[in-house]
């Protein structure tokens, strides 16, 4: 099947194009962060944010997550399917969860790193989806 | 540079200690030992979920206040990685104090919790519990202190998880799984230990052999479940019923046995009839139903009867049990050279 698309202002937005910007941005965030809190762990973080969101986005539960990274075949496979806005509500749900668990661990040291790395990039992947 | 080698230094003899330990208390030691030459810090802990402990380690001149802050605040965050509510005042507290901050400095009475570093001890997905360090100075930790603390949580919880397997084994070997009591194997390996103590000492040895009577029509009548629930129940009674020095195992399928360290035969006797008669007057529930069950029981002595080794005092006491079967059940019965009696011994 095809990738979904949105044609409401003449620009085409992809599914595959929003994962494809999500996905650049978690295995940066996932680089950044497992230097700091190892593998396993954040692994665990990932598995717990995704248990807690997959109810309102379902289609998180086809990310996979171990201590080896986050692996994007099942996901990508089963996201062409969906609406590009709801993959981005999901991630986007996704790094809000993690960004308040990490500050629940340990106050602003790990969003302190994050931040100037990650955090520009959501706002750009916002900007990008904002404007279609 | 000097400062990194160091630093590294102690993180390789912190995960040593960690991983050469083998209980929970040492595993908490070997880290509470040496994380104060990685870190300033007001108090350091770990959380333990299986049992429902908490390990602080705190400098001495640490108010209460604070404690009770890094407590709530470990709890709390444990909560919410373990996507479960942790209640308090279940959690068992064990605080040790040391002296962290130097030989000057000293905690302000009204120190309040400024900065945490809280990290899941996580294994293959599960989560045993968290460690944290605490301060009362803002911004207390960096980046670098958390990659320190990350790799010392790793190894304390794969030291953990090897523990908790450990500890199921050894549970698993040591207890029977339908009633809690001591199962055969381990009621095997504390007899020898009894008596031998007692051959060699002359101290007196009980061994009170139980068993439920018609235990089968039980079974036959209201099923095996209603059985079992009847087993737990009378194996309570009988755990509730002896002494703390006294081992009640279950020898198998509905027979108990008892071993009764230093009881002469009358107080071994006092104690089976105790049981016999309480167990007698209690009503079980099975279903919507009550019923009266009895026991039988006999009772074999070190030095009363003459034994050479610990399996003849067993073959005794399995005999009196026979007689006390054979005499009409519901009866203590005391082993005798030609037959057994089941009255109070002069």
């Given at each position: 099947?095809?990738?979904?698309?949105?044609?409401?202002?003449?620009?085409?937005?992809?599914?595959?194009?929003?994962?494809?910007?999500?996905?650049?941005?978690?295995?940066?965030?996932?680089?950044?962060?497992?230097?700091?809190i190892?593998?396993?762990i954040l692994?665990f973080l990932f598995t717990l944010s995704?248990r807690k969101l997959?109810?309102?986005?379902?289609?998180?539960?086809?990310?996979?997550?171990?201590?080896?990274?986050?692996?994007?075949?099942?996901?990508?496979?089963?996201?062409?399917?969906?609406?590009?806005?709801?993959?981005?509500?999901?991630?986007?749900?996704?790094?809000n969860q993690l960004s308040h668990l990490f500050s629940a661990l340990a106050d602003g040291v790990i969003n302190?790193?994050?931040?100037?790395?990650?955090?520009?990039?959501?706002?750009?992947?916002?900007?990008?989806?904002?404007?279609? | 540079?000097?400062?990194?080698?160091?630093?590294?230094?102690?993180?390789?003899?912190?995960?040593?200690?960690?991983?050469?330990?083998?209980?929970?208390?040492?595993?908490v030691?070997?880290?509470?030992?040496?994380?104060?030459?990685?870190?300033?810090f007001s108090s350091f802990g770990i959380f333990w979920k299986e049992d429902l402990l908490l390990f602080l380690y705190q400098?001495?001149?640490c108010p209460s206040s604070f404690s009770q802050e890094a407590v709530k605040n470990m709890i709390n965050v444990f909560s919410v990685l373990g996507e479960e509510a942790v209640d308090a005042k279940r959690v068992t507290l064990h605080i040790?104090?040391?002296?962290?901050?130097?030989?000057?400095?000293?905690?302000?009475?009204?120190a309040t919790l400024k900065s945490h570093l809280t990290l899941p001890l996580a294994?293959?997905?599960e989560i045993l519990g968290c460690l944290s360090v605490n301060s009362d100075q803002p911004n207390a930790f960096?980046?670098?202190d958390l990659?320190?603390l990350s790799?010392?949580g790793?190894?304390m919880a794969?030291?953990l998880?090897?523990?908790?397997?450990?500890?199921?084994?050894?549970?698993?070997?040591?207890?029977?799984?339908?009633?809690?009591?001591?199962?055969?194997?381990?009621?095997?390996?504390?007899?020898?230990?009894?008596?031998?103590?007692?051959?060699?000492?002359?101290?007196?040895?009980?061994?009170?052999?139980?068993?439920?009577?018609?235990?089968?029509?039980?079974?036959?009548?209201?099923?095996?479940?209603?059985?079992?629930?009847?087993?737990?129940?009378?194996?309570?009674?009988?755990?509730?019923?002896?002494?703390?020095?006294?081992?009640?195992?279950?020898?198998?399928?509905?027979?108990?046995?008892?071993?009764?360290?230093?009881?002469?035969?009358?107080?071994?006797?006092?104690?089976?009839?105790?049981?016999?008669?309480?167990?007698?007057?209690?009503?079980?529930?099975?279903?919507?139903?009550?019923?009266?069950?009895?026991?039988?029981?006999?009772?074999?002595?070190?030095?009363?009867?003459?034994?050479?080794?610990?399996?003849?005092?067993?073959?005794?006491?399995?005999?009196?049990?026979?007689?006390?079967?054979?005499?009409?059940?519901?009866?203590?019965?005391?082993?005798?050279?030609?037959?057994?009696?089941?009255?109070?011994?002069?």
């Amino acid at each position: 099947m095809a990738p979904t698309v949105r044609k409401d202002k003449g620009v085409r937005l992809s599914s595959d194009l929003v994962l494809g910007l999500y996905s650049d941005l978690l295995t940066e965030l996932w680089e950044i962060v497992s230097a700091l809190i190892g593998e396993a762990i954040l692994a665990f973080l990932f598995t717990l944010s995704i248990r807690k969101l997959g109810d309102k986005h379902p289609f998180l539960h086809s990310l996979q997550v171990s201590e080896e990274g986050i692996s994007w075949e099942k996901l990508k496979e089963d996201c062409r399917t969906i609406a590009p806005d709801e993959i981005h509500r999901g991630f986007q749900g996704l790094i809000n969860q993690l960004s308040h668990l990490f500050s629940a661990l340990a106050d602003g040291v790990i969003n302190k790193e994050l931040f100037p790395k990650v955090f520009p990039k959501v706002k750009e992947a916002e900007r990008i989806i904002s404007q279609q | 540079m000097r400062l990194i080698f160091k630093n590294l230094n102690v993180l390789r003899s912190t995960i040593n200690a960690i991983s050469t330990s083998v209980e929970i208390k040492e595993i908490v030691e070997s880290a509470g030992n040496n994380l104060p030459h990685l870190f300033d810090f007001s108090s350091f802990g770990i959380f333990w979920k299986e049992d429902l402990l908490l390990f602080l380690y705190q400098e001495e001149s640490c108010p209460s206040s604070f404690s009770q802050e890094a407590v709530k605040n470990m709890i709390n965050v444990f909560s919410v990685l373990g996507e479960e509510a942790v209640d308090a005042k279940r959690v068992t507290l064990h605080i040790e104090k040391r002296k962290l901050k130097g030989k000057q400095g000293t905690m302000d009475r009204k120190a309040t919790l400024k900065s945490h570093l809280t990290l899941p001890l996580a294994v293959e997905g599960e989560i045993l519990g968290c460690l944290s360090v605490n301060s009362d100075q803002p911004n207390a930790f960096d980046a670098q202190d958390l990659q320190f603390l990350s790799v010392i949580g790793y190894q304390m919880a794969a030291s953990l998880k090897h523990f908790q397997r450990f500890s199921s084994i050894k549970n698993m070997a040591t207890y029977d799984t339908l009633t809690g009591l001591y199962n055969r194997r381990y009621f095997e390996e504390r007899f020898e230990v009894e008596a031998q103590k007692s051959f060699h000492s002359g101290l007196p040895l009980s061994l009170v052999m139980v068993d439920i009577d018609h235990f089968k029509k039980v079974n036959d009548t209201f099923g095996h479940t209603e059985g079992d629930q009847i087993l737990c129940k009378i194996s309570s009674l009988l755990k509730n019923s002896v002494r703390r020095k006294d081992t009640v195992a279950r020898y198998g399928g509905e027979e108990f046995i008892l071993i009764l360290p230093e009881a002469a035969l009358q107080q071994s006797f006092v104690i089976a009839e105790r049981i016999r008669q309480l167990v007698e007057n209690t009503l079980f529930e099975v279903g919507r139903v009550q019923v009266n069950l009895t026991l039988s029981m006999g009772i074999s002595n070190f030095p009363s009867h003459r034994v050479k080794s610990k399996e003849e005092l067993i073959k005794m006491a399995d005999q009196a049990l026979y007689d006390a079967k054979r005499g009409g059940r519901n009866k203590v019965c005391i082993f005798t050279e030609k037959s057994s009696q089941w009255t109070v011994p002069t």
